[in-house]
């Protein structure tokens, strides 16, 4: 059976071509690509076109652009911008939901297959979460939470999980974290003893248990605080 021939617009042409260059690696996230006249003169093309390719790649959250300050990359994967501008999108309630099932799957994986390095690695974010409570320093707590949660999902050793939690990851901790775990009434949870001692016993029942109780917890702050939506 003989296929349609595809036939692209120019723009569409520029749009492929720049992806390539962002998902290659030739770009890298956080860099500035080069200037408009000097990828005119690349592609051979009117700064119309080239400006509606970028358009549409940052619609996407490939790319981002500041003003004066030019086009940056902001993301190497459309699958990767897609999810994160959704979850950016989500409600509270929402996002911990998806929290609860990747973290629960998380941690159950983890006891089944976490290595006495992972299980080191997960103590040490444990320590810096409590120094960082202790002294009320919430961006040193949100960075140290944010590795040890990371540090269980790389403790499953699920390759595919670990790629959707870290995509997602910055979104989840900087959207819930600072008004939730700092909150005193989640103190009991700061550093995430229990659920640690649960993955070194390969405990998944109170491991999953921990999960659940702590998502419980978030969840009830965020409804009080009104962010469910």
Same mark, same amino acid.
């Given at each position: 059976?003989?296929?349609?021939?595809?036939?692209?617009?120019?723009?569409?042409?520029?749009?492929?071509?720049?992806?390539?260059?962002?998902?290659?690696?030739?770009?890298?996230?956080?860099?500035?690509?080069?200037?408009?006249?000097?990828?005119?003169?690349? $592609?051979?093309?009117?700064?119309?076109? %080239?400006?509606?390719? @970028?358009?549409?790649? #940052? +619609?996407?959250? =490939? *790319?981002?652009?500041?003003?004066?300050?030019?086009?940056?990359?902001?993301?190497?994967?459309?699958?990767?911008?897609?999810?994160?501008?959704?979850?950016?999108?989500?409600?509270?309630?929402?996002?911990?939901?998806?929290?609860?099932?990747?973290?629960?799957?998380?941690?159950?994986?983890?006891?089944?297959?976490?290595?006495?390095?992972?299980?080191?690695?997960?103590?040490?974010?444990?320590?810096?979460?409590?120094?960082?409570?202790?002294?009320?320093?919430?961006?040193? $707590?949100?960075?140290?939470?944010?590795? %040890?949660?990371?540090? @269980?999902?790389?403790? #499953? +050793?699920?390759? =595919? *999980?670990?790629?959707?939690?870290?995509?997602?990851?910055?979104?989840?901790?900087?959207?819930?974290?600072?008004?939730?775990?700092?909150?005193?009434?989640?103190?009991?949870?700061?550093?995430?003893?229990?659920?640690?001692?649960?993955?070194?016993?390969?405990?998944?029942?109170?491991?999953?248990?921990?999960?659940?109780?702590?998502?419980?917890?978030?969840?009830?702050?965020?409804?009080?605080?009104?962010?469910?939506?």
């Amino acid at each position: 059976m003989v296929e349609k021939i595809e036939r692209k617009s120019l723009a569409e042409q520029v749009y492929d071509q720049i992806k390539a260059e962002i998902t290659s690696g030739t770009w890298e996230i956080g860099e500035r690509i080069p200037k408009e006249a000097d990828l005119m003169a690349e $592609f051979g093309i009117s700064r119309n076109t %080239l400006r509606e390719a @970028i358009r549409a790649l #940052a +619609h996407i959250g =490939l *790319l981002e652009t500041k003003q004066g300050d030019g086009t940056f990359v902001r993301n190497n994967s459309e699958l990767n911008a897609i999810i994160q501008k959704r979850v950016r999108e989500s409600s509270v309630q929402e996002i911990l939901e998806i929290r609860h099932a990747l973290d629960r799957e998380a941690v159950i994986l983890a006891c089944e297959r976490r290595t006495e390095e992972d299980l080191a690695t997960l103590k040490k974010y444990s320590q810096c979460c409590n120094l960082a409570h202790e002294s009320n320093d919430v961006e040193a $707590f949100v960075k140290a939470d944010s590795a %040890l949660h990371l540090t @269980i999902v790389k403790a #499953a +050793h699920n390759e =595919l *999980l670990l790629d959707m939690y870290g995509n997602i990851l910055e979104e989840i901790q900087f959207s819930i974290t600072s008004t939730t775990e700092m909150n005193p009434e989640a103190n009991q949870h700061n550093g995430h003893g229990l659920l640690i001692s649960a993955i070194e016993k390969r405990n998944k029942e109170q491991a999953a248990s921990e999960v659940t109780e702590y998502i419980t917890l978030f969840k009830r702050i965020a409804a009080k605080n009104g962010e469910n939506k």
